[in-house]
Every structure is written in C-alpha cells, then in structure tokens.
C-alpha cells in the first residue's frame, strides 16, 4: 500500500490481460480487459424511487475518454472497419473505446431480444460526454423511447436450485459477493479522519497561530504547505487517527460497495464465455477516468481532503479485496469458478465496480427476493443516456408491466441528445462515481468540520469582540447537544453551499455561541435558528456577526487549496492529461462555489449593515 499515493503507478491503472474465454465477437486472444477502470454507480439517496403506478428511478454514469494510449492506437486501428456493421462503435471509438473492438450491434441485441428502441433514436458520439442516445427527429412529450423486457437488465439473483451454476445460493460468486462488506469501509479500514490539534500541533500553524488576523491573511505559501503537509499525512501507507481538520471527510464510501457486489456478477459475465449479456458487455467502455485510476500525482491534485481521502480509501478496499478473493477461489474447482479460472486484481474489480456505479439503476424490483424493493440493475441501451438536472427523458416502472420504460418528459428537438438526471448530487460524487463535474452545480458543497478553535479565530477575525466557542456557557451547551455538535457521538461535519448554503447546524451554533441576548437565543426554536432566509432571529449584530464568521470560513477553505482560480486557468489550458484536466475542473469549481457563497453572504451582511443604521437613526 506504501506506493498508492506516493507517485509510483497507481496498481488499479495496471492493464490487465484476462485470456479466458470470451463470447461472441471477442477476440480469440485476450486483450487488456481492465486497462483503466471507473467507479461510479449512485443510488440517488435524496431521490426516493417512487413505488405507485408509475415509477421513477434515478440512474447513474461513466467516463469513458480517458484511454490509455496504446489501447486507443489499436481501437483507431480497427474502426474504419466497422463503419458500415457497427455504427456506435465507429462514430467516435478513438476517444470512447469499448471494451471489445468488434462489439455486437447493441441496439439489434436489445430488438431482437423484445426490447425496444424508438426509430427516431440512435446512438451516438456526445463529444466529452461519451455516447449518448440522440434524437434523430422531434419527439413529443409523453413518447415510450426505450422498453427493456424483464430478462435484459443485468442484476444479482439467486436461485435455490441444487444444480450447479454461479448464480445459485451457496456458488463461489454468491460467496464472494456476500464478502463485500455491507456496512462501511470504516468497518475494514478502522479509521475516523479527525485531526487532533492537540495531539499534531505543528497543524495549527498557519491558521492557527498568532494573531487572528494571521488566519485571514496567511500568505499563500504557507498555507499551502500546510495543505501539502495533511496531504502528505493522507497520503502516507498508515495514515494517522486525524487527517483534516478544515475539510471533513466523510464516509459515503459503503453506499457504493454494493456497485462491487453487482460488479463482481458484471465480472462473471464478462469472464464466461457465451454470455447472454455479452454484447451489453462488450459495448461497455474499455475504461473510466475516475481518480482511483488517476495517477497520485492526478490526485492530489483534486486537492480537497474529502474526496482525496474517498479514493484512498476504495482504493484499500479494492486491494484487500481482491487479495481476499484470489485467496477464496484458490482451491475452487474450474467449472465452479466464477472468472472461469482467471485471477481477479484490484484492477479488474475496479473497472466492474466503475462500470456499475457509474451506469446502474436503482428500481423497483418485483420479488421477495429484492427486499426493499430498491435493486440495483445494469439497463442495457438505457443507460447511453447522460445525466443533467433539468432531464428531458425519465425512466418508469408502471404496475402491471414487466418492462423498463424511458419516457420523454417534454417535446425533444431534433439532435437533442436524451438526458436523465443521475440525482441532485455534489461535485464530489460525480467526480468519485461518475468521472465528471457538473458546472453550475447548485447541490455542490465543501465539507468543514466544525473545529471551536478555528470558529474562535474566523469569529474574532471578523471582528467578533469576543467568542467562546471553545469554552461555551452551560446552556450554550445545551444548544450545541441539541444541534449534535457536542458531546458523544457528536456529527461534526457540517457543509458550506448546496441549496441551504450554510448548514443549518452550524449557522445555529454560530448564532448561538456569537449571541448577544442568551434569553432571547435560550427562547428561540432550534429550527428558526438554523434557517438562513428571513429575519435574523437573535438580532442585527449577532447575525452579521455569524454571517461574518462564515464568510472568514470561505476565506480559510479557499487558501487551503494550494492553487488559485487564476493558476488553474492557465493549467487548463495547457496540454494536460483527462485526468488533470478533471482534477483541476473540480477544484475550480469548488472554489468558484466558495466564491459565490461569500459573495451572497457580504450583500447579506451588507443589508443587515443597513438595517442597523436605520435602526439606529430611527
Ligand atoms: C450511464 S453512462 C452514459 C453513457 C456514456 N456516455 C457512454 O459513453 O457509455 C454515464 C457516463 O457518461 C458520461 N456522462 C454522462 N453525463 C455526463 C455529463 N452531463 N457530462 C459529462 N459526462 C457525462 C460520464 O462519463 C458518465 O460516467
């Protein structure tokens, strides 16, 4: 693990060669299988799938541009010869590899198996985005454009049946995909990423040290030391107890794992020769741009302790859990294994569990089996579809029909490419699942920890005349329990952005531990004190007072990235990789959020300025 993050190649970017067996219009010989794998399938947690007559599920999504050099030569190479058998694979393969060279026609699989295709759809090239499906005419509102028969999607079910066969209870895939840990990676990797001040106090400087005014105006330089330096410590082979202690990272890695357990049947079909999902398979991408493929170098510089510590932490987990499987299938019988006797990698793992993470469907499934009736599934052609927040299409499930439907949601013009929306997500799931960034993004969010010292300092470097949110009054207390930003079990991590743009939990205690009345802040509802519009509850100068606090976090979040906005134009524009040109497009955004939201928050203060000077004349 020592080499993960510390400029010597990433392991999961290893290619990989499986030369198994193959189906239909593979090659004879194995080609590399998992050059550069994704991550990103995504149950949308804030989208509920509806169970009624009609019912609408979220999807997911991949990146496929990034290839790797050679295998994007031997692609080109084979393309003019599919011009007039494969159209999806020709139109832009260069950049979009699939995984075959030679795959089936997918859309003549879907048909011929019952499924159907709208005739005015095809598939085709969407530039950045990969390939998507396009109209090639005006559709109106209300259209059926895809209709998959129950058999077509690709899912976990097990059988009961004493016969042999992977997908029967008790098979060596039923075992390996019941290894996949169910809870949290927390419970493999141990570790709760807290920095502790105390306990690393070289951490304090520069932010923390001196004078207050030193937080807001630390010169560039040092604080990017100090971000290299909890880098650093991110990114060493055992990382401490702590890691950072601005930007709190959290701990969505388990959602995602169970992308691994219908990534491990994804990885069964593909291995088994004569798959009936074969030419759903070989049409998938040959790989994904997702940091757990990007080189260390790529990841640091995402530069956001978050997510940095996201792909450290799927990354462990797919190197223990391949260890872990090549020790359980060692002595498994050949026709009982289910890669057909073929070793899995990290690698390997990864490219299936980024193919369904970044393009499985949370439905609703029609079997005691499927238990909370939310599963997981791979909808071949479906999902050809990208992602925006205002969708043109919708996938449906209606009572009584068996089949997978994608409606038009409105009338779609001519060339339109047909969207879904993957869910209201952040920046950081898209980039950890889906390999892109979404610009504008209005669920995008930072994730600080809420530290009394360093809220101490931005406080009082705002102007505050005093705080105390290291040492709070008794019923001060009382307020930050109820908000469970202290004592045990206290949830410390708290967002700036997203729709609330400040966490109602931290503007509560802000407001609380900064206010200047304690009967009025003891007599306010919790709830009124964590909502930002309206009135400011415990009046004029507390709330400029908290809104200024807030606004000296943005200003501490931003010069904890070691780069400006400035610096990452001019690096975008450079020839750089995929991968760093997502890296940096992430971290652009991030701070241009942070941007927006001190922005709003100074013409908020701004006003309440106002409102004091009209108070005081009046
Ligand atoms: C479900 S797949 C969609 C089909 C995919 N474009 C392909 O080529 O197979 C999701 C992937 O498509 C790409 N994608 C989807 N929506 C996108 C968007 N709005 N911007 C950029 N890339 C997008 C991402 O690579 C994402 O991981």
Known sequence: MAEFWTGLPNPLRTPVRLDGPYSCGAPAVGYPLFSRPVFAFRSNPDIPVVVASRLVAMASATSSKALLAATAGLLSSSTSSLVHRRPLTCSASTYHPRLAPYPPDLVRWVRREGGFLHPELRIADGGTDGFGLVAAGHIPKGTRLVALPEHLPLRLRWSDGAIGGADRSGSPLFELVNRVPGNALRSLFGAVFWIDLEEHPSLRTPLLSGSSKTVINAPAAQSSDTVAHILDLLLTPHPPTFLSFLFCPSHHVAEELWAMRLGLKLLHERAKSGSFWWPYISNLPEGFNIPIFFSGEDVKNIQYAPVIHQVNKRCRFLLDFEKMAKCMLEDVDPEDHPFCGQDVTSSSLGWAMSAVSSRAFRLHGETLQDGSGDVPMLLPLIDMCNHSFHPNALIVQEENNPDTLVVSEMSIEKDAPITLNYGCLSNDLFLLDYGFVMSPNPYDHVELKYDAILLDAASVAMGAAASSFSSPNDWQKEILSQLNLLGDGALLKVNLGGLELVDGRLLAALRVVLAENMETARQCDVNTLKSLPGEAPLGLSTET??????????????????????????????????????AVQFRMHKKSMIIDLMRELTRSVKMLSKETLTAVQS
């Open 545 to 582: 007072a908290a809104l200024r606090t807030v606004i000296a976090l943005g200003v501490i979040a931003l010069q904890h990235f070691p780069t400006k906005l400035m610096d990452d134009e001019s690096i975008l524009k450079g020839n750089i990789s995929d991968s760093m040109k997502l």
